[in-house]
């Protein structure tokens, strides 16, 4: 009788380490498979999240798992920054975030979060913000364009009348006048010449002009003269 419940612990004893042994491997198994707990040197568990240690059993873990500070924890698990500019960090308040777009307060949530982002009035705002920035982008491409042009013009411009300034004492010399026009000389001449003949004529004519006024003077004077008489 004795040999027999000896016997039969022992066969309980070996399937409760067998047991408890397979809880282990399946907990290490758990806890590998999740980013947010590592094995302590002592044995524990951490959650990255919260640093809360627990008991290293599966029982523990899996309460822990189905709690509401790790649900929590979880739910706010993501980076906000990767929503900005758009969504900014709250002023004031340090639960919340803003979305410059809507100008709206939301709930620093991961759910809230991804639910506005993802909602017609976000995307509407997004959309038209991102037509605006290329317009605006657009525009000033063209405006820079015109004045990248109109440098150019103004630097050919120098250059051209640099080259004018410096080959007009050679264009002189060989008979050629400012405006790029070759010089006939003898029609110059005969202009010359015709524009001395009438100013010699309106001298000419000037003169007589006096000449006769002062015959008519004479006259005038005669007869006054001859009337007194």
């Known amino acids: 009788m004795n040999k027999n419940k000896e016997s039969g612990k022992q066969v309980q004893n070996i399937k409760v380490n067998d047991s408890n042994s397979n809880k282990n491997k399946e907990l290490q198994k758990l806890v590998q498979n999740n980013k947010h707990f590592e094995f302590l040197s002592s044995g524990k568990i951490k959650c990255l999240l919260t640093h809360h240690e627990i008991l290293p059993t599966l029982q523990e873990f899996n309460n822990y798992l189905n709690g509401k500070s790790y649900k929590n924890a979880v739910e706010n698990d993501i980076d906000f920054t990767q929503f900005e500019p758009y969504i900014v960090q709250h002023k004031t308040d340090k639960n919340k975030l803003f979305c410059n777009l809507t100008r709206q307060n939301i709930s620093k949530k991961k759910s809230v979060v991804l639910k506005h982002v993802n909602g017609k009035r976000y995307k509407y705002y997004l959309s038209k913000y991102l037509e605006e920035q290329a317009k605006e982008e657009q525009?000033?491409?063209?405006?820079?364009?015109?004045?990248?042009?109109?440098?150019?013009?103004?630097?050919?411009?120098?250059?051209?009348?640099?080259?004018?300034?410096?080959?007009?004492?050679?264009?002189?010399?060989?008979?050629?006048?400012?405006?790029?026009?070759?010089?006939?000389?003898?029609?110059?001449?005969?202009?010359?010449?015709?524009?001395?003949?009438?100013?010699?004529?309106?001298?000419?004519?000037?003169?007589?002009?006096?000449?006769?006024?002062?015959?008519?003077?004479?006259?005038?004077?005669?007869?006054?003269?001859?009337?007194?008489?």
């Open 139 to 229: 525009e000033n491409q063209q405006e820079n364009q015109e004045d990248e042009g109109q440098n150019e013009l103004e630097e050919l411009n120098n250059l051209v009348n640099e080259a004018e300034q410096q080959e007009q004492p050679q264009k002189q010399k060989n008979g050629i006048l400012k405006g790029g026009k070759k010089i006939n000389k003898k029609k110059f001449k005969q202009q010359k010449e015709e524009k001395i003949e009438v100013e010699e004529e309106i001298q000419s004519k000037q003169k007589k002009q006096q000449q006769d006024g002062k015959q008519v003077k004479k006259l005038k004077n005669k007869q006054q003269n001859a009337q007194v008489e």
